[in-house]
């Protein structure tokens, strides 16, 4: 069973159209994470939340936004999609926001 | 300016040869986490150091961070093509104590490790 996983994989759209993307983990951690790793591989974190609650929202557009549902689930909204979006966008969660994170496979977004 | 910096941003070295990574920041490193990243994957993660001196090993790879806990190293014994990926370092840059607004799990670039048969 996956532990931490996202969907859709591979998402193509079209710019100023909305999509969301969704993320769900299993192994009952308090934190999950979303992170953008750009076209030169790096890696940065967008938003962290532990227990449903937001406790890190970095520099993001507004178009940007995560909804916790539930402990185990942590999706990301994005509006008005612009090609500088394109990019891959990682899911991850721990079990407290101090300690290691289990990343899910990542979707690669692409806006056309 | 790039809170963790890591070294080489790339390597290729020859089946069999031993290899080091680097990672290094100016601030106190509060857990340092290694990752391996194959393409078009996600992160696996490998070894997580949190005391100063500490070492850990597995398999063929060792990772150390230093006493003052603002460097740490990756170290590939007899490299194989099964090595090969991008080598993540992430740390918190903050006490966790500080709260959890101000821990992050910040990354360094990566490096891109090639090892050739």
């Known amino acids: 069973d996956t532990a931490v996983s996202q969907t859709p994989k591979y998402l193509v759209t079209q710019m100023g159209n909305d999509k969301s993307i969704k993320c769900e983990q299993n192994?009952?951690?308090?934190?999950m994470y979303w992170y953008k790793q750009d076209s030169k591989k790096f890696l940065k974190i967008m938003f962290s939340y532990n227990n449903k609650e937001l406790i890190i929202n970095e520099t993001v557009p507004n178009r940007f936004s995560p909804k916790s549902p539930d402990k185990a689930h942590l999706n990301l909204h994005i509006n008005s999609l612009e090609l500088g979006d394109s990019a891959v966008y990682f899911c991850?969660?721990?079990?407290?926001?101090?300690?290691?994170?289990?990343f899910g496979q990542g979707t690669r977004l692409t806006v056309v | 300016s790039q809170e963790l910096e890591q070294s080489p941003q790339s390597l290729i070295v020859q089946e069999g040869k031993n290899l080091t990574i680097n990672c290094t920041s100016s601030k106190t490193l509060y857990g340092l986490y290694w990752y391996k990243q194959k393409y078009g994957e996600g992160l696996i993660f490998l070894m997580m150091?949190?005391?100063?001196?500490e070492e850990k090993s597995h398999e063929k790879i060792t990772a150390k961070l230093d006493e003052k806990k603002q460097q740490s190293s990756l170290h590939i014994t007899a490299s194989q093509p099964s090595h090969a990926g991008i080598y993540l370092c992430g740390a918190g840059l903050n006490s966790p104590d500080s709260g959890g607004s101000n821990y992050k799990l910040t990354f360094g670039k990566g490096t891109l490790l090639t090892v050739n048969p």
């Open positions: 991850a969660s721990s079990p407290r926001y101090n300690t290691e994170a289990f």
């Open positions: 192994l009952g951690h308090d934190t």
């Open positions: 150091l949190q005391k100063g001196g």
